[in-house]
């Protein structure tokens, strides 16, 4: 079974989430047989790379909230992910554009690292004080290097803006066309769709529904056209 997640790095609900849903999974009787993949999705797409902001401020003219409101609400993240084991500074972290992020996580999944570095993209942003988007793109390299990639293969990456470009768009796309319009985004075996940081027990339930009503392949015609098998190919015999 196949669970995709629409997620942006910044997105203080995607760190809380994939904790919630990796605690339903480790519960899972099948977990070994279930595949994670990690899909883009931009939060702030319109940001210029270089426009960094203080997230209290990008809440606050964004949303129109006061500075105390959107303080009630990071000290209310904090918590939520505390609840999770999860690390999370409530002041002090900043706000930038993830497209290269995104590219970079691409580039993870072919080399069978994205799940080791969306969580400690994870970790770098909402819990640790250096920023992910005002120290270039090095920081980023230093992040990939510990999650097992290749520092120059990583820097080869962010240095073209056009590789994994179009895998970014795609997966956005897809999930536009899925009636993805803010994530987390949980979608199993293309079947069941799970929106939001849910509790865990939700996530249990939604991959046991979605193991339990895999459908068996059907076959299309169940006559016996020629084929060959293990015993090798049936020649037709001339009359």
Aim: hydrophobic share 40%; aromatic share 8%.
């Amino acid at each position: 079974m196949r669970v995709e997640i629409w997620s942006d790095i910044a997105c203080p609900w995607c760190y809380v989430g994939k904790a919630r849903f990796e605690k339903a999974l480790a519960a899972f009787p099948h977990r070994d047989e279930v595949e994670v993949v990690h899909r883009s999705f931009e939060l702030d797409p319109g940001r210029a790379k270089g426009d960094v902001q203080p997230v209290i401020t990008m809440l606050t003219r964004k949303y129109g909230m006061s500075e105390a409101q959107a303080e009630a609400g990071e000290d209310n993240l904090g918590a939520q992910a505390a609840a999770e084991g999860l690390d999370y500074r409530t002041r002090g972290r900043d706000h930038g554009n993830t497209f290269d992020i995104h590219r970079l996580l691409h580039f993870a999944k072919e080399q069978g690292r994205q799940d080791e570095l969306i969580q400690i993209l994870y970790r770098a942003n909402f819990a640790e004080e250096r920023s992910l988007f005002t120290e270039g793109d090095e920081r980023l390299v230093e992040l990939a290097v510990e999650a097992g990639l290749d520092a120059e293969a990583v820097r080869a990456v962010l240095a073209d803006p056009s590789r994994y470009a179009d895998d970014v768009r795609a997966d956005e796309r897809e999930a536009a066309q899925l009636g993805a319009n803010g994530v987390p985004f949980f979608v199993l075996d293309r079947t069941y769709g799970v929106s939001g940081a849910q509790p865990a027990e939700v996530f249990t339930q939604a991959l046991s529904q979605a193991w339990g009503e895999r459908s068996p392949l059907k076959l299309v015609d169940q006559s016996d056209a020629e084929a060959c098998g293990p015993d090798g190919c049936a020649v037709p015999q001339q009359g």
